[in-house]
Nanobody, 122 residues
Framework: QVQLVESGGGLVQAGGSLTLSCVASGIIFRLNAMGWYRQAPGKQRELVADITSGGSTNYADSVKGRFTISRENAKNTVNLQMNTLKTEDTAVYYC????????????????WGQGIQVTVSS
């Protein structure tokens, strides 16, 4: 059974940092692209960052320069380092496997984790 388990969420003050981790099982991790999504109350789910099997990265404009996605293939783990957090970063964050599809190589999700809450206070 495929499982993605997120950890590292919680409450942090604006301007602070958190690092999320996601441990995957049931997949050949090194062959999968991985991504982080988030969904705030009343808003659509947003792709925050993704990383290819080779380590190339992409970020949403809203987090570019503040967040860093990375992977540790030996640990079947993908991380999201979040710096200079803002109240608008408050959301449930989801880890997902993925692949790139279409002519523009859009990240397309496969399996999902359960989500983890990140709350940024003012």
């Amino acid at each position: 059974q495929v499982q993605l388990v997120e950890s590292g969420g919680g409450l942090v003050q604006a301007g602070g940092s958190l690092t999320l981790s996601c441990v995957a099982s049931g997949i050949i991790f090194r062959l999968n692209a991985m991504g982080w999504y988030r969904q705030a109350p009343g808003k659509q789910r947003e792709l925050v960052a993704d990383i290819t099997s080779g380590g190339s990265t992409n970020y949403a404009d809203s987090v570019k320069g503040r967040f860093t996605i990375s992977r540790e293939n030996a640990k079947n783990t993908v991380n999201l380092q979040m710096n200079t957090l803002k109240t608008e970063d408050t959301a449930v964050y989801y880890c997902a496997t993925g692949r790139y599809t279409g002519w523009n190589r859009t990240f397309t999700s496969g399996y999902w984790g359960q989500g983890i809450q990140v709350t940024v206070s003012s």
